[in-house]
């Protein structure tokens, strides 16, 4: 649950990082300026979104992979082979 918090209240609680739990909204002048959440919790959701960025990117693969076998855009496991050794050089 993200609550709100005065910029006073929250400089005063930079020492807590339970009170940032969840993500809080810090306020000035009741606007909130800026969201804060615990290094830990910000490193799990950039993991994630890492995690869910390759699963996008896999399944792209496989759909142009699927396209290129609908077309017949194909070639032998030996050739591929083949072709892949021939550029490594």
């Known amino acids: 649950m993200q609550n709100t918090m ?3 209240k929250a400089r005063e609680g930079l020492g807590a990082p339970e009170l940032f739990q969840g993500g809080v909204f810090v306020t000035k002048n009741g606007v909130a300026e800026l969201f804060v959440q615990p290094a ?3 490193v799990a ?3 994630e979104r890492e995690k869910e960025r390759q699963a996008n990117s896999l ?3 496989v759909m142009m992979a699927r396209q ?3 077309t017949g855009d ?3 496991p030996e050739k591929a082979i083949e072709r892949l050794r ?4």
């Open 6 to 8: 005065s910029q006073k």
């Open 40 to 42: 830990s919790e910000r």
């Open 45 to 47: 959701e950039l993991a």
């Open 59 to 61: 399944f792209k693969l």
């Open 68 to 70: 290129d076998i609908d």
């Open 74 to 76: 194909i070639m032998p």
């Open 86 to 89: 021939a550029d490594g050089k």
